[in-house]
């Protein structure tokens, strides 16, 4: 029997919002646009918004009219990602088996370590205040034998939730849920089952898997079969090793200031510095994308012979690949590093990199304590000249 | 140019000399063997500018004479011949080889763009063979691959007093081997020698316990022994300090069973060489921990060693033990370190061959 938690971030964007703007705490929040963005979709609206009947990939324009005094904010995207990467940094600290399944959900396999805790639900909550103590908002967690059911569970007491589906309790949680809320039953398939007159799970419970097969297709058929009985086999697949990491800066008009750029390629190196450390690899290439005003893209690399992770050398390659590009009005700059690996092989004979890390080092610490970009270098800044 | 040989001296020489032909160069005259017969003696040659070989063999002399062959075709050739006797001769412009009822006629190359042998003259001290190929085979592996520094691909032979000490790094491990001749020479002598042509010595040594005289001369190093004499082209450069890296005090040491701990290394390899992660070396109240955890899973070996100093632990290049481990020659090694600082591997009961490498910062 294998322990699955299923980790849910409540009402993410919105929560985050709050997080920095106390001030919209207990408001109905709508992320997605402005009021008076005429083209914009709600991406999360907050639970006080929900109650106005307001939800995700719902045009602003609607839910203005449905929610009037609502506030609108558009979206942090940058800002999520990183809180999110903080969420995600807490998992490993939980289980060495982590499959994200978005930047607010992830699956955790537990199995073989519930003998760490006194109880499924005191394993639950540890992590629950691990995520508030850490980032200040509220997960809703879902323990169960297998990922399906898992997913059931954390979305049952949603929010800051925390239920345990134990085996012995599963046909019973089942047998009432509406078939919509199997995986894999969209809007047709629930129209489908529904003119079946299979309307519940226990609905389903009657039939063989032939006959489910027959009637919805074979592959729909077995597995409504078997989520119905409570079966999901489906492993916890650890998402892949990242392969690169970059930034890139589209601008709202062409640029042709070299000046600009370099400060472009700064910034954009000590963001991608930063999260290269964040994550604790050194890499061994680093490559920059430059758009010209006709959409032409070009990518240039270099691969060193040792590895690095601070933001000098990555900006000092960028801007030697940058140097040896024809420069033509530039409509987007981006920055990429590639080539990974765990930890940094010293140098017997040179102690170069040890400042270059040193100052990093301290910058993180900085950044981490209070916000990312809250200590950069120089070079970031616009100069007098320009 | 006419003469007499047993085909099996033939091959003994070429089998020496061809290890100097050059692959594919422009100067044909380089991928050719210069054959040159005198009084009884054959003289064979090949010279790719890098290393030059010289042998002889005995021959019966019927006119003097000199002509370059295709080094590959004339060696795979005289391999191939059933007979011991062979004849080679000059014939129109060709060289034949006949050999029982069997004549093959090969063009020749010609000798006129043919590199002078690179002379050295200054004898600096000998050594037996089985001591040059310990000190080629515990140094040579730790240079380094990297192009943008020679230095680094090329092994330190330095003549100090009364022995031999070579030296190669790629920068991030170091390997020190040494050797007494019971001779002494007055100055102190630097030089840095390709390491391909290192190892191309090594597999020409006959490892008879015979003598090797050592010369130099202009950017050359040559090494005779018998009747051969392997001259290579030296690295220009200055080679680090190596003393300053090689000869530092780390606090914690242990002591363990080389085959025990290569094997280890080896078991942790397996978990680690996918993603290039390092290996874990912890040192806590005698117990030793050998450990590694990659996206593969995870490895974790205890012993219980002989500690001095305080618990230390730190993470290195499983690679660049093992490489070290494999070439040493002791029962016992001793692996010395200390936080970031350079960790120093050797045998437990000699100072001849010493390692260095550096940790990693994880």
């Given amino acids: ?386 | 140019m006419h003469f007499n040989v047993k085909g099996a001296d033939l091959i003994a020489g070429v089998n020496i000399v061809e290890r100097a032909i050059a692959t594919n160069d422009s100067i044909p005259a380089l991928q050719g063997i210069h054959l040159l017969v005198e009084q009884n003696v054959l003289t064979l040659t090949a010279n790719n500018l890098q290393i030059a070989i010289k042998t002889k063999i005995p021959c019966t002399t019927l006119q003097p004479g000199e002509q370059i062959v295709d080094g590959r075709l004339f060696s795979e050739l005289i391999r191939k011949l059933p007979y011991d006797n062979v004849i080679v001769q000059t014939q129109d412009n060709q060289v034949t080889v006949s050999s029982g009822t069997m004549d093959f006629s090969l063009n020749t190359i010609s000798t006129d763009d043919y590199p002078e042998y690179p002379s050295c003259e200054e004898k600096v001290l000998a050594l037996t063979d089985y001591e040059l190929e310990r000190l080629i085979k515990n140094s040579s592996f730790a240079t380094s691959n990297d192009d943008h520094q020679p230095i680094f691909s090329g092994v330190l032979v330095e003549i100090e007093q009364d022995k031999y000490q070579f030296v190669a790094t790629d920068s991030n491990r170091l390997s020190y081997v040494q050797a007494q001749t019971g001779q002494t020479f007055a100055e102190k002598k630097q030089f840095i020698v390709p390491k391909p042509s290192l190892v191309e010595l090594g597999r020409c040594l006959p490892i008879t316990e015979t003598l090797v005289e050592v010369l130099f001369g202009d950017n050359q190093l040559a090494f005779r022994f018998n009747d051969t004499i392997f001259t290579t082209r030296l690295i220009d450069g200055k080679f680090p300090n190596y003393r300053s890296v090689l000869f530092t005090e780390q606090k914690t040491a242990f002591v363990i069973k080389r085959q025990q701990f290569i094997q280890a290394l080896e078991r942790a390899h397996l978990f680690s060489r996918a993603e290039k992660v390092p290996v874990l070396i912890q040192l806590t109240d005698g117990v030793l921990e050998i450990g590694t955890t990659s996206g593969l899973g995870r490895s974790q070996e205890q012993y219980s060693v002989e500690q001095e100093g305080n618990d230390e632990r730190a993470a290195y290049s499983p690679k660049f033990m093992l490489d070290m481990l494999k070439t040493m020659d002791a029962d016992q090694v001793e692996f010395r370190f200390e936080g970031t600082r350079q960790a120093l591997i050797k045998p437990a009961d000699s100072d001849d061959h010493l390692y260095v490498l550096m940790p990693i910062r994880i």
């Fill in chain 1, 1 to 386: 029997m294998r322990t699955i938690m299923h980790v849910d971030m409540d009402a993410f964007f919105a929560a985050v919002e709050v997080l920095d703007h106390p001030e919209y705490a207990g408001q109905p929040l709508i992320i997605g646009g402005r009021k008076d963005s005429s083209r914009g979709v709600v991406s999360t609206a907050s639970y006080e918004a929900r109650k106005f009947g307001v939800h995700s990939a719902m045009p602003i324009a609607k839910a203005v009219v449905l929610c009037p005094h609502g506030i609108f904010v558009p979206g942090r995207m940058e800002r999520y990602q990183e809180v999110s990467r903080q969420v995600q940094a807490i998992f490993p600290q939980f289980s060495p088996i982590v499959e994200p399944l978005s930047i607010d959900e992830a699956f955790l396999d537990m199995t073989g370590c519930e003998h760490f805790y006194s109880s499924l639900e005191h394993m639950g909550q540890s992590l629950k205040r691990k995520i508030r103590a850490e980032t200040g908002l509220t997960a809703s967690v879902g323990i169960a034998p297998n990922k399906f059911l898992a997913k059931l569970a954390s979305d049952w007491q949603k929010p800051d939730g925390l239920f345990v589906l134990r085996p012995q309790e599963v046909a019973g949680f089942l047998r009432d849920l509406p078939v919509g809320k199997l995986w894999g039953v969209g809007k047709k398939s629930q129209a489908l089952l529904h003119g079946l007159n299979l309307h519940y799970v226990r609905d389903i419970l009657p039939h063989s898997e032939a006959w489910l097969q027959a009637k919805v297709g074979s592959a729909l058929g077995s597995q409504i079969y078997h989520l119905a009985r409570g079966i999901d086999e489906r492993p916890v697949v650890p998402e892949q090793q990242a392969q690169s990491i970059g930034h890139e800066l589209t601008f709202s008009e062409d640029v042709d200031s070299f000046p600009f750029l370099r400060r472009q390629l700064a910034e954009l190196s000590e963001k991608v510095g930063w999260r290269l450390r964040e994550q604790d690899f050194y890499a061994k290439t680093v490559s920059i994308k430059v758009r010209f005003h006709d959409f032409r893209t070009i990518t240039r690399s270099h691969t060193l012979p040792h590895t690095f992770n601070d933001d000098d050398t990555i900006f000092q390659q960028a801007l030697h690949l940058l140097e040896g590009v024809k420069l033509e009005p530039v409509r987007l700059i981006g920055v990429t590093v590639s080539n990974f690996s765990q930890g940094t092989q010293l140098s017997l004979f040179s102690t170069l990199d040890q400042s270059s890390s040193q100052v990093n080092e301290v910058m993180d610490g900085i950044n981490r304590r209070f916000a990312p970009g809250t200590i950069t270098k120089g070079r970031t800044l616009p100069s007098k000249s320009d």
